[in-house]
């Protein structure tokens, strides 16, 4: 109905277009996935409503600087990714695990960006029943459906450009149509483009960013609500513009060009600036910055440089400074500056192609040294240090956000500086390039000051404490939580990469002096970061689960932190500055859990971190076979990241979005980037398991299951391959668990996963075939990690850990988001029916549902079949199948355990168990005498399964071993409550009635003895253990008469 609104007539000043668009838009925030909405109208959403962001005052009562910044205008986690984290290629979501798949096509334009067809109206278009359809659509996929089915783009060119100024609509209705604008480009790179290309649509765009400024120019004194509703169109309209830009280089080359109109006039210096004229001027220097991310906007550098002048006059705490975001631009353009001196102009000839680069970009970048060292130089410290110096570096504390902001800028543009120096000086291909160098006495000054900045209790652990605590403590709610957690994990970001290229790529040219100093720096922040890691007080791995996932731009700032700090113990470990076993563990865990929370887009992370051996190698394990060379995990993954064209493509594309060239050396870096989402375009379908990224928590867990491909080339090559991984990653298993025996401060990673989850993928280690089962090193480390394992199960909540596990594993989550309306398939209602009749008293009988009971099923068939196959004889095996006897699992599954088992129950027996009998015994009992501890009585299912088991195992054979000390503790447990409360002794005694004479009278020996001693668990299974060992057959056992004897004493 509101599409169809949108097709009539202007009337009225055109108040009602304006309802109907900030309707739709609002409709737009109710329907779209969480990471597709753009906030464009500060009365939707205020930095105060913000999760994570509330306004506060300081000490004097006064709000902050910050503060008066987020309450000004709407902030997303997207928008402080790009503020206060100072990066571009905010993550984003696949839009195949976003929406429903859609066989649609978006309307068909050309080159001009117009309807290649003619376009009718919507509402003389469509019928009733199409509407309709349309209207479900919308919910699944509400920008898609505007765009393919709805025309939106060129009914809303029409309304915007109208012909007539007299038809102009009002200006809450541009702003949302800015919003709705926004979301379908942040929904398809294609819709961007066209929205760029429609000429008078984007001319329109343009002039709005600036009319506020221009209006004021041409007739000043206007009302204060006039200037804050042209600010309000400013603002959406840079939103559409920021959103734009990283869709896709297409979209970005063809904005270029106006930006550097528009940009110097948005930008014009002045002291008296509003917090949100304030915000609009950080917008287009960080839009510029989005434009340089591709190489593109590299004309406006002179300008810009001059534009920068003012702001490095004022000291970079002043309010009105945008000092930070014009430094965090020109370290983008040293970086397209290093990648353009690397390359020749000969190797655009000998490929024949158009270079990549041109002659006036080269012109360009080969000044940019030049014109950047003065800035360079007033970046450095003075000395000694001088408070008239506004650049100079900080000493004290760091403790505000924009303090972390201008700090991590400050140490990315000298990095970025330093390692084009480096390069330049190594290259031949451009002498004429000259870039400053820094002098000894002013590094030795600027190491000096890192290293304060390393002292326990300052700059370093005040920012760690902000990005690494709060992942798992719950702690109190800052006053600008999120974004001074995005601008720590900058300045961390930053810190770690100056000092690791400090001591690589420049070691050669130190004097001695330098060197030391460097490596002292170097080790004092990992101290730092070590403490912190060993500080940590994880939540079990149940509580943990419980936790709200973060926001993707979230994840991805802390994740890029995460990872530079990983850079930075990997370069310590090969220096010689973390050697101890303790710390060389928590440098594992560490990367451990930044593997397991990866997104798409980090793909280079993933390879970064793989292709460190050293994490992935059992150390003190003597199971391991060390005389291989790289560890078989890192060569699994590694093969998976780039193991097709489209994961190649994926990993190329991830690692520009990390500032590398590429792939590879010859890359072109931002000069070749695609694109700033997380995801490159595709090109054509894509098969499941192609793409690896997220990996999860439980991704060395999976390894144990075979969830990874491996490539087999041979049978044996094949198998020699899958016992290394599966044996590595035991291994591996092992250690994790054996260093948080021996170490507390290790006890932060291993307990985040949940014991059941751990449980179910030992599990799987049964099913590999017996070559590899047979293995020792396999079988010895998976019994030491099951006894590891059992130990910490929990009857309440293991059970619906490990059923998670195996239905996210049998069942996993499909690439495209199903439809939530469609009709319940022909398998599905089967599946349901067959449930009903399989499991009438599912309700009763378990909590689980029918799909994780389904998949547990599945699994107890699977390795019951393989027990029977070939896995009785190995010990570990029989403790697998043994486990689902336990209470921890459902009476169904304990039953059919016992059916499947039919005939080879006395295998369960080991003679090399680790426990005696009475504590294995213990184990699989569910309580004493439910009378006396409170426990509750074992089902009548499982009663009767034992009964008929004990029955069949006994025909022609002594039961004896494990089966029969269960089954005797079992059934007097419940034959002694059962005389105890005067209820059910009909059944058990038609129970007993089935069994030997011989067990009978074992049976009622326990319920005696439990009975007189009000018996625990541990009695009761020390009475089972012991009648059963020392009992004898009665020839003339009489049950009637014996139940009597028990009850009267």
């Known amino acids: 109905s509101l599409r169809c609104l949108m097709d009539e007539p202007i009337h009225g000043q055109g108040i009602l277009h304006t309802y109907v668009l900030q309707a739709l838009y609002s409709l737009l925030l109710l329907n779209a996935v969480d990471d597709h909405l753009v906030w464009v109208d500060s009365t939707s959403r205020t930095g105060g409503t913000m999760k994570g962001v509330r306004n506060g005052n300081d000490e004097n009562g006064e709000m902050p600087a910050i503060s008066r910044e987020l309450s000004s205008s709407p902030w997303s986690e997207k928008d402080m990714y790009q503020h206060f984290f100072m990066d571009d290629a905010i993550p984003t979501p696949p839009l195949d695990t976003a929406y429903p798949s859609n066989t649609v096509q978006p309307l068909a334009v050309d080159n001009s960006g117009k309807s290649s067809k003619p376009v009718a109206a919507y509402s003389t278009s469509s019928s009733s029943t199409s509407a309709m359809e349309d209207a479900k659509a919308f919910e699944k996929d509400p920008m898609w459906t505007l765009l393919s089915k709805m025309r939106i783009i060129p009914r809303l060119s029409q309304l915007l450009c109208p012909k007539n100024d007299a038809l102009m609509l009002p200006e809450e209705a541009w702003i949302a149509s800015c919003g709705i604008l926004a979301m379908l480009g942040q929904r398809s790179p294609g819709a961007a483009s066209v929205i760029v290309h429609q000429k008078s649509l984007f001319s329109q765009i343009l002039d709005r960013c600036l009319m506020r400024y221009s ?100 000291p970079h705490t002043n309010p009105s400074s945008l000092s930070t975001e014009y430094l965090s631009a020109f370290t983008q353009i040293l970086e397209c500056a290093r990648v353009a001196q690397s390359k020749t102009s000969a190797i655009a000839a000998k490929a024949k192609k158009k270079p990549i680069i041109d002659e006036e970009t080269m012109r360009i970048l080969s000044m940019v040294p030049t014109h950047l060292a003065a800035t360079q130089r007033q970046l450095l410290p003075s000395t000694p240090a001088s408070d008239s110096n506004p650049a100079s570096l900080t000493t004290q504390s760091v403790d505000s956000c924009r303090e972390f902001q201008w700090e991590a800028a400050r140490l990315s543009f000298l990095s970025s500086y330093w390692t084009l120096a480096a390069s330049t000086a190594q290259s031949t291909a451009n002498q004429e390039v000259k870039v400053e160098e820094i002098s000894m006495e002013d590094e030795l000054a600027f190491l000096e000051t890192l290293d304060v900045w390393t002292d326990p209790g300052g700059v370093l652990e005040a920012a760690w404490k902000l990005v690494w605590q709060q992942e798992f403590e719950e702690v109190e709610e800052l006053p600008i939580g999120a974004p001074k957690e995005a601008a720590a994990s900058a300045f961390l970001l930053s810190f770690a990469n100056t000092l690791v290229e400090m001591d690589m790529s420049r070691s050669s040219q130190k004097n001695r002096m330098v060197q030391q100093l460097t490596k002292a720096v170097v080790k004092h922040f990992v101290e730092r970061i070590i403490e912190g890691c060993k500080r940590t007080k994880l939540l079990s791995g149940n509580e943990n689960s419980d936790l709200p996932t973060p926001a993707l731009p979230r994840q991805g700032w802390m994740n890029q932190c995460y990872f530079a700090v990983a850079k930075l113990l990997f370069h310590a470990h090969s220096v010689g500055v973390l050697t101890s076993s303790s710390d060389i563990n928590q440098a594992r865990m560490f990367a451990f859990f930044l593997l397991g929370n990866l997104e798409r887009g980090q793909e280079a992370v993933a390879a970064v971190l793989f292709s460190q051996d050293v994490l992935f190698m059992p150390s003190g394990n003597p199971l391991h076979d060390s005389a291989s060379g790289s560890s078989p995990i890192s060569s699994l993954f590694l093969g998976e990241i780039c193991g097709s064209e489209m994961a190649r493509k994926q990993l190329d594309h991830s690692f520009k979005l990390q500032h590398g060239f590429g792939l590879t050396a010859e890359g072109y870096g931002p000069f070749a980037l695609d694109s700033l989402l997380s995801a490159t375009d595709r090109m054509g379908p894509t098969t499941n398991g192609e793409l690896i990224l997220p990996l999860g928590n439980l991704w060395l867990l999976q390894t144990l299951s075979g969830s990874i491909q491996m490539k087999q080339q041979t049978i044996d090559k094949g198998t020699n391959e899958a016992v290394r991984v599966v044996s590595t990653a035991l291994g591996l298993l092992l250690e994790l668990e054996e260093a948080e025996e021996i170490d507390a401060t290790c006890r932060w990673y291993s307990p985040s996963i949940p014991v059941g989850a751990k449980m179910y993928y030992l599990l799987n280690v049964c099913l590999h075939p017996e070559t590899i089962l047979r293995e020792e090193r396999i079988a010895e480390a998976s019994g030491a990690l099951f006894e590891k394992y059992c130990s910490q199960l929990n009857e309440t909540s293991s059970l619906f850990e490990l059923s998670h596990a195996c239905l996210r594993h049998t069942e996993p989550a499909k690439k495209e988001v199903a439809d939530p309306e469609a009709d319940q398939s022909t398998d599905e209602k089967e599946k349901a029916l067959l449930d009903k009749l399989l499991h009438p008293n599912m309700e009763t009988d378990t909590a689980l549902s029918p799909e994780a009971m389904r998949s547990l099923e599945a699994l107890l068939e699977d390795v019951t079949t393989a027990y029977r196959d070939y896995g009785a004889q190995y010990s570990f095996f029989t403790k697998c199948v043994r486990l689902f006897l336990s209470p921890v699992y459902p009476p169904s599954i304990r039953c059919r355990t016992m059916e499947e088992l039919r005939g080879m129950l006395h295998l369960l027996t080991l003679p090399d168990d680790s426990k005696s009998d009475e504590e294995l015994l213990e184990v699989f009992l569910s309580g004493g005498l439910p009378e006396a501890d409170g426990s509750t009585k074992d089902p009548s299912s499982v009663l009767d399964a034992i009964a008929v088991a004990v029955a069949q195992e006994s025909s022609g054979r002594n039961l004896d071993g494990f089966f029969l000390h269960f089954a005797v503790a079992t059934l007097g447990r419940n034959l002694a409550s059962s005389i105890s409360d005067e209820t059910g002794s009909l059944s058990m005694k038609r129970r007993l009635s089935q069994i030997p004479s011989r067990i009978c009278s074992f049976v ?26 020392e009992g004898k057959a009665d020839d003339n056992f009489d049950l009637e008469s014996r139940i009597a004897s028990i009850r009267e004493g």
């Not at 600036?273 to 001027?281: D, G, H, I, Y």
Request: hydrophobic share 50%; charged share 20%.
């Open 215 to 314: 209006l004021e120019r041409q007739q000043p004194g206007h009302q204060p609500e006039e200037i804050a509703l042209l600010e309000q169109v400013a603002f959406a309209s840079m939103q559409l513009l920021q959103t734009l830009a990283r869709q896709s280089r297409v979209t970005a080359k063809a904005m270029a060009p106006h930006m550097e109109e528009v940009l110097p006039a948005l930008l014009l210096p002045s002291n008296n600036l509003s917090p949100l004229e304030l915000r609009l001027q950080k917008m287009g220097i960080i839009l510029w910055r989005t434009l340089l991310r591709y190489g593109l906007g590299l004309p406006g550098f002179a300008t810009m440089l001059k534009m920068a002048a003012h702001h490095w006059a004022l």
């Open 1004 to 1029: 009622c020996d326990v319920a005696s003895m439990i009975l007189k001693d009000k018996g625990s668990k541990k009695d009761l299974s020390l009475a089972a253990v012991k009648v059963c060992s």
